[in-house]
């Protein structure tokens, strides 16, 4: 089984658990990776979400060897066992334990932000995280949350080989699991967009989770140029405008990137609308990918089709050569779009209709994209309408170091909300 992104895999997850929603479980995210997963999880149940922070305890002269771990509260679990055998001192349980304390309570304050810690004691509660590899976290976790008073402790994962999950049930009620593949290797290889979680979306995460549940996807068949193309309709509760996403060269509504930026969209209470501007016959010819007035117009003709699903206002993000096709769309001079942003995009190639662009534009291109980056400033000095160029530090083309893609949503989710009608 292979999972689009964390969002995909915890959505899915959450269908398998929905057992569990009359027990009035608490969900906990391991951080980083965990928590996208379980806050999708969380929303299914109906259940409030926190994180679990622990911190194994390693043998000083084998750190990876647990002897035990530690978590908020002041709890401690203790291998006695392996303490014996492995001969360490008082002292030296005690050292490690200082320095991973300190470690624990920093993690702890930086994701909740001042929220106090969820009640664990007498209640049900479902630990979860993006893949297990060994074992030893997530073990760690279900005994840390047993000890802080959880009468059943369910450890749920959407992937996990076979022997690391038989250790996992030797601590936990119950495991949870959607794919066992015997030949796994890391938990990355089965996900299509495994990307770092940075800090700031776990923070993000825990707040939005008290705020609003998350989105519900619709599939969807977008009627254009005659053609019938799919596409995921996102819209959260009271959604405050739609963002219609234009992918880019040799990309699809399948993007992990275009998926991520949309995921923190929903998130922040915007639609978003992913389609095929191209049907797979048309995507062989590379031709295609770069005709403009083509995709613009379906770009026009699917924003025509999304006023019968929604009257919220409308906005573009294009990539690449979806970025020239969302411009020309929105040059139009019936356009209701109210802005537009393109991500590492060619809008260079949207030509003459760069002067009658009237929707407030953001140009976001990473600062070792050398080429793209020169495109998109002598593109800016053709548009006429409100518009800003900004330069991700260190990103290149396709946005794949740590945090840039984040940056990338960050700046999004401004500029659509600053300039919504």
């Not at 309709?233 to 009271?238: D, G, I, K, Q, V």
């Not at 209470?269 to 389609?275: K, R, S």
């Not at 016959?281 to 295609?288: L, V």
């Not at 409100?386 to 330069?391: F, S």
Request: proline fraction near 7%; glycine fraction near 8%; charge should be negative.
């Amino acid at each position: 089984m292979l999972f689009t992104d964390r969002d995909d895999a915890g959505r899915r997850l959450g269908t398998a658990l929905r057992m569990y929603a009359a027990d009035g479980p608490v969900v906990l995210g391991l951080p980083r990776g965990g928590v996208p997963v379980a806050f999708h999880v969380a929303h299914a149940l109906g259940a409030p979400l926190d994180v679990i922070v622990v911190r194994k305890l390693g043998v000083p002269y084998q750190p990876e060897l647990a002897f035990g771990a530690i978590g908020e509260g002041g709890v401690r679990v203790i291998s006695d066992d392996i303490v014996r055998r492995g001969r360490i001192s008082p002292q030296d349980i005690a050292s490690v334990e200082q320095a991973e304390q300190a470690e624990l309570t920093r993690r702890a304050a930086r994701y909740r932000a001042g929220r106090p810690q969820q009640d664990l004691h007498g209640r049900t509660v479902i630990v979860v995280d993006d893949g297990i590899a060994t074992g030893a976290t997530a073990a760690a976790a279900c005994q840390v949350v047993r000890a802080q008073g959880a009468t059943r402790v369910v450890m749920a994962a959407p992937v996990a080989p076979p022997d690391a999950l038989a250790r996992v049930a030797a601590v936990a009620d119950e495991v949870v699991c959607l794919s066992t593949p015997p030949g796994f290797s890391a938990v990355g290889q089965w996900y299509r967009d495994f990307s770092q979680t940075p800090d700031e979306e776990v923070v993000s995460l825990l707040a939005q989770a008290v705020r609003q549940p998350p989105a519900t996807t619709e599939e969807v068949t977008v009627s254009a140029a005659g053609l019938s193309l799919p596409g995921d309709l996102t819209l959260p509760p009271a959604a405050k405008a739609v963002v219609v996403f234009a992918h880019g060269s040799g990309s699809s509504r399948h993007s992990p990137r275009n998926r991520q930026v949309a995921t923190s969209l929903n998130r922040a209470g915007l639609g978003t609308l992913l389609f095929d501007l191209l049907t797979p016959a048309e995507e062989g010819n590379r031709a295609n990918v770069f005709d403009i007035e083509t995709l613009a117009a379906r770009l026009a003709e699917a924003t025509t089709w999304l006023g019968t699903r929604t009257s919220v206002p409308v906005a573009y993000f294009g990539a690449s050569t979806g970025a020239a096709a969302a411009l020309a769309a929105a040059a139009a001079p019936d356009s209701p779009v109210y802005a537009v942003v393109s991500r590492g995009g060619r809008p260079d190639l949207a030509g003459h209709h760069l002067a009658a662009v009237r929707a407030p534009t953001l140009l976001v291109v990473g600062s070792e994209d050398s080429l793209v980056l020169d495109l998109n400033r002598e593109a800016q000095a053709r548009l006429r309408c409100e518009n800003r160029l900004e330069i991700v530090e260190g990103a290149t083309h396709l946005f794949e170091e740590p945090g840039a893609l984040h940056e990338v949503s960050v700046l999004a989710e401004q500029w659509f909300t600053t300039h919504q009608p």
